[in-house]
C-alpha cells in the first residue's frame, strides 16, 4: 500500500490540477466572444455544481457514501443509501479467491478481512468510468478511515490485480502493491503456480 506521504502527495497534485482545470475553464468562458454575461454565468455555475473539492478528494457524480449490510466474500459487499436504497458492490481492479462450494485456498480469509473492515461501517464508494458491470453491480473503490480497502486486499496477499478497461484509474499503484506482496510470498502467493493451477489470467479474467 502507498506510504500516506505518498497519498498525500497524490491527493495535493489532484486539487491542484483540479483548481488549474477550473480557473482555464473559467477564463475560457469570460473571454469568450458572442456570449452574453448571463450566459456565461450560467455556464461558471453548472462548471462549480458538477465537480467541488472536499478534503482534497475529487467528488463528482460518480461519488457515494453508504452503509455496508453484509459481506458476500474478499471482493463483493452488500450496502444501504443514505436514501435507503440497497445494493451490491463488486471492489474494481482486484480479484479475490472465490468461495463457491469448495473454498478456494484463503478465500475465507479474503472473506473475514474485508468484513471486520467494512461490515456495519459507512463507506466511500468512488467509481471509475464504469458504474456497473454486467451483472447489475456497482464498481467501485472502497473507502473507510481514508484507507481504500481494494489496496489493502492487495497488501495483505488476499487479493491480485485484475484489469477490466476502461476502469484502470489505479492500475500502476495497484500493481507495484501486488508486487511487494508476491516478493513477500505472502498468502495467496505463498501456494506454488497457484496461479497456473487456477487457470488465473488478472489482465482477462472474467469478474465472479
Not at 102 to 110: F, G, S, T
Not at 153 to 170: H, I, K, S
Request: aromatic share 8%.
Amino acid at each position: 500500500m502507498l506510504s500516506n506521504e505518498s497519498r498525500k502527495s497524490r491527493k495535493r497534485i489532484n486539487k491542484i490540477l483540479l483548481i488549474t482545470g477550473a480557473v482555464i475553464f473559467v477564463l475560457l468562458i469570460l473571454t469568450a466572444p458572442g456570449t452574453s454575461l448571463v450566459e456565461k454565468a450560467a455556464l461558471i455555475l453548472e462548471s462549480i455544481n458538477d465537480t467541488e473539492v472536499i478534503d482534497t478528494y475529487k467528488y463528482t457524480s460518480k461519488t457515494m457514501e453508504a452503509e455496508v449490510t453484509s459481506v458476500i466474500d474478499g471482493d463483493t459487499f452488500r450496502i444501504r443509501t443514505e436514501e435507503g436504497n440497497t445494493d451490491k458492490v463488486r471492489l474494481l481492479l482486484i480479484d479475490t479467491p472465490e468461495i463457491g462450494d469448495k473454498p478456494e485456498p484463503y478465500a475465507l480469509e479474503a472473506r473475514d478481512y474485508t468484513e471486520v473492515l467494512l461490515a456495519g461501517q459507512t463507506v466511500h464508494l468512488e467509481c471509475d468510468e464504469s458504474e456497473r458491470d454486467q451483472y447489475g453491480r456497482l464498481l467501485a473503490y472502497a473507502y473507510v478511515d481514508d484507507q481504500m480497502v481494494n489496496e489493502l486486499l492487495l497488501e495483505q496477499g488476499l487479493a491480485r490485480v485484475a484489469v477490466f478497461p476502461p476502469d484502470t484509474r489505479y492500475v500502476d499503484d495497484f500493481r507495484e502493491i501486488e508486487t511487494k506482496a508476491r516478493e513477500s510470498r505472502l498468502r495467496v502467493w505463498s501456494i506454488d503456480n497457484y496461479v497456473t493451477n487456477r487457470g488465473f489470467n488478472a489482465d482477462a479474467a472474467a469478474q465472479k
